[in-house]
C-alpha cells in the first residue's frame, strides 16, 4: 500500500494532559491531528500525580476508591473513543518529520501516513528521551492502591514528577524513602523553597539530603531558553536528548515546527505546559484570538506533599528588570492554616512576585497573579487571604 496523505490545520505530538486537552480545544475551530505514540497509550500517569486535592477527612479505604475513582474516570473521558466523537484524529506510531521535496512543506511520517499541516506543536518529549525518568507507570500507581501496599517505597528522587509520587504516597500511609538530591534537581531553585522541601520530605519517613542552613534571595526564572536560536536537525530529533531552542512565539529554527513543555527544559511542569499549548493554539488555528504569553503572571507550583507555589518575579530579575530598589518581605497565611513565605514588591509598594508554601499556596498565587505590577501588595494579599509577616519597615531592600 502506497502513502496515505492526511491534511490538517494543526498536528499535535504528545500523549499528555496538556497535549490531549489541547486536541480537543482546537478540533472545536479546526482540522486537528493528535499523534500519541506507537503504544496508543494516553500519559495516565499524569492523570494521577497532577491531583492537586485529596479529601484529607477520607479513611484510607476511601482514599483507594477516591483515587481509583478518578482514574477511571480520567480514562474515560481521555479514551480514545472519546477524542473521536470529539473530533480529534488520533494517529498511533513513531514518526518522524520529512520533506517530500527540497523546497516543500514538511511532513509529519507515521508508518504510510503523510501527516500535512502549517504547523505542529510537540508538546512532550517521548518518555524514552526523559532523562532520569522515574519508573513509574499505570500498572505499579495500581500496584500502591492494592489491598496490600508494599511496605515503603523508594522514589528516585531525579525528576519533579518524583515529588507527585512522594504526595501520592503520604495520601495513602505508604511509607517512602526519597533518594535524591534536591541540589542536583532543582540547581537554580532559591534556596529557601529548596529549604521547604527538604523539611515536607522528612516528614513522613522521607529522607532529604542536602538541605541548606540558611535561606537566599529568589534567584530562579522558569522562562524557555530564546537566544540563540540553532537548527533543527530534524534527523536527530527522534533521539534529541537536550532542550530544543525557540524563539518568543516557542517556534523552532524550523518554521513549521513549535515546542513547549519538556522540549524546552527547565521545569516540565503540567501547569506550564497547558498555558503554553493555549497559547500557540490561539495564535495558529483560524478564528482564534491569541492571548500573550505572559510567564510572570502564569502561577505554577511544585507537586510536593506540601504545595510550593510561585508566581510573578524573583528579585534579582525584578532588579534588573525595573532599575530600581526592590524590596522582599515575609508573608504569612491568615485562614488557610499553615503557610507562609516571601512577596517581591517595588518602590511604590507594588506587587511584582510571590513564593508560598502551604495548604492555600495554589490558591493564592492565582489570585495574586491578578494584581502583577498593577496593584499594591498590601490590596493583593488582603483578597488572597494572606499578610506580611512583620512590620513593614522590617523589610528587605535589594
Known amino acids: 500500500m502506497g502513502p496515505v ?27 486537528v491531528g493528535l499523534v500519541i505514540g506507537a503504544s496508543g497509550q494516553l500519559d495516565v500517569d499524569g492523570f494521577i500525580l497532577a491531583l492537586e486535592t485529596l479529601p484529607a477527612s477520607l ?6 476508591l477516591w483515587i481509583k475513582g478518578h482514574l477511571s474516570r480520567c480514562q474515560e473521558r481521555y479514551s480514545l473513543g472519546t477524542l473521536a466523537q470529539a473530533g480529534v ?20 511520517v507515521v508508518g504510510n501516513d503523510y501527516l500535512q499541516a502549517p504547523a505542529f506543536i510537540l508538546v512532550d518529549r517521548p518518555l524514552s528521551l526523559v532523562i532520569n525518568q522515574c519508573p513509574t507507570s499505570p500498572d505499579r500507581l495500581l ?30 500511609e505508604i ?25 515536607d520530605l522528612e516528614k513522613g519517613n522521607s529522607q532529604a539530603q542536602n538541605c541548606p542552613e540558611t535561606p537566599l534571595k529568589l534567584a530562579t526564572t ?42 524546552l527544559g527547565g521545569y516540565d511542569l503540567p501547569m506550564i505546559t497547558r498555558a503554553e499549548v493555549k ?41 534588573r528588570a525595573f532599575s530600581q530598589e526592590i524590596y522582599t518581605y515575609p508573608v504569612q497565611a491568615e485562614h488557610f492554616g499553615l503557610g507562609y513565605g516571601q512577596i517581591v514588591v517595588n518602590a511604590n509598594q507594588r506587587l511584582l512576585g510571590a513564593t508560598l508554601w502551604g495548604e492555600g499556596a495554589i490558591a493564592a498565587v492565582r489570585t495574586l497573579g491578578l494584581g502583577i505590577e498593577t496593584t499594591s501588595a ?8 494572606w499578610e506580611v509577616a512583620i512590620h513593614p519597615r522590617q523589610h528587605q531592600a535589594i
Open 5 to 31: 496523505r492526511w491534511s490538517y490545520d494543526l498536528v499535535i505530538i504528545g500523549n499528555s494532559l496538556a497535549a490531549i486537552q489541547g486536541a480537543i480545544w482546537a478540533a472545536t475551530v479546526c482540522r
Open 59 to 64: 479513611e484510607l479505604s476511601q482514599k483507594h
Open 89 to 108: 484524529d488520533v494517529i498511533q506510531g513513531n514518526g518522524s518529520f520529512e520533506k517530500i521535496s527540497g523546497s516543500g512543506p514538511l511532513n509529519y
Open 143 to 172: 500496584q500502591f492502591l492494592a489491598e496490600s501496599p508494599p511496605p515503603l517505597i523508594h522514589v528516585p528522587g531525579q525528576q519533579l514528577a518524583d515529588l507527585g509520587l512522594v504526595r501520592l504516597c503520604r495520601q495513602l
Open 175 to 199: 511509607p517512602v524513602a526519597w533518594g535524591g538530591d534536591l541540589r542536583q534537581l532543582l540547581p537554580h531553585e532559591d534556596p529557601l523553597v529548596i529549604a521547604w522541601l527538604a523539611v
Open 222 to 263: 522558569l522562562e524557555p531558553v530564546h537566544q540563540g536560536l540553532t537548527r533543527l536537525n530534524l534527523s536527530d530529533l527522534a533521539t534529541m536528548a537536550g532542550p530544543i531552542n525557540v524563539n518568543p512565539n516557542l517556534q523552532t529554527a524550523q518554521p513549521q515546527i513549535y515546542a513547549c513543555g519538556s522540549w
Open 279 to 319: 497559547y500557540l493554539i490561539q495564535g495558529l488555528i483560524p478564528r482564534s484570538q491569541q492571548q500573550p504569553l505572559n510567564y510572570k503572571t502564569l502561577p505554577w507550583w511544585f507537586p510536593s506533599p506540601m504545595p510550593i507555589a510561585r508566581i510573578g518575579w524573583h528579585s534579582q530579575k525584578a532588579q
Open 378 to 385: 498590601q490590596d493583593c494579599l488582603a483578597a488572597a487571604g
